[in-house]
T-cell receptor
Framework: AQTVTQSQPEMSVQEAETVTLSCTYDTSENNYYLFWYKQPPSRQMILVIRQEAYKQQNATENRFSVNFQKAAKSFSLKISDSQLGDTAMYFCAFSRGSGAGSYQLTFGKGTKLSVIP | EAGVAQSPRYKIIEKRQSVAFWCNPISGHATLYWYQQILGQGPKLLIQFQNNGVVDDSQLPKDRFSAERLKGVDSTLKIQPAKLEDSAVYLC??????????FGPGTRLTVL
């Protein structure tokens, strides 16, 4: 079974600064995907960024980037130029890429990020 | 493009009562998921459908929870009878054959 661990229950960052959220995972799979989802207060969950395990290059999406360390099973999210709208719960998630249960998401417990004006 | 729709958005019931949630996925999405998100935790998969067939319901408490997806489109999740520990947000998500899931706004259930 896969596990996803987010060790930072809460974090805060000043507006316009950079923050990094941590995530580690455990799996014996070779073909898998990693995700960061954002869940704003009272709003629905949306995908922030996705990383395919077979790709060595770290994924980037505008102000969001990841540091994917496959050997260490680490997948951190960096948010640059933080904005007030980035305030949300952030969930790290894992899915298998093939076989039984593929594409099902296993989530961490989340990190509550507050962006301070 | 319309997103995943869920109703009701909020529901308050007493324990031992029954409740049903409805989900309408994004048009054309063959795969549908139901997740349970307890306060302070990440979502946990309850059941996965591919079209109108069940792919995985291993984490669904089948003594009280049931789900169906008629004609491979809309889905309903039912709890009967509800327990206090069922208080949670119930999320529906859908996807194409790719692995990106799109989530609905959720139904917040409070069991008193």
């Amino acid at each position: 079974a896969q596990t996803v661990t987010q060790s930072q229950p809460e974090m805060s960052v000043q507006e316009a600064e950079t923050v990094t959220l941590s995530c580690t995972y455990d799996t014996s799979e070779n073909n898998y995907y990693l995700f960061w989802y954002k869940q704003p207060p009272s709003r629905q969950m949306i995908l922030v960024i996705r990383q395919e395990a077979y790709k060595q290059q770290n994924a980037t999406e505008n102000r969001f980037s990841v540091n994917f360390q496959k050997a260490a099973k680490s997948f951190s999210l960096k948010i640059s130029d933080s904005q007030l709208g980035d305030t949300a719960m952030y969930f790290c998630a894992f899915s298998r890429g093939s076989g039984a249960g593929s594409y099902q998401l296993t989530f961490g417990k989340g990190t509550k990020l507050s962006v301070i004006p | 493009e319309a997103g995943v729709a869920q109703s009701p958005r909020y529901k308050i019931i007493e324990k031992r009562q029954s409740v049903a949630f409805w989900c309408n996925p994004i048009s054309g999405h063959a795969t549908l998921y139901w997740y349970q998100q307890i306060l302070g935790q990440g979502p946990k998969l309850l059941i996965q459908f591919q079209n109108n067939g069940v792919v995985d319901d291993s984490q669904l408490p089948k003594d009280r929870f049931s789900a169906e997806r008629l004609k491979g489109v809309d889905s309903t999740l039912k709890i009967q009878p509800a327990k206090l520990e069922d208080s949670a947000v119930y999320l529906c998500a859908s996807s194409l054959v790719t692995n990106e899931q799109f989530f609905g706004p959720g139904t917040r259930l409070t069991v008193l």
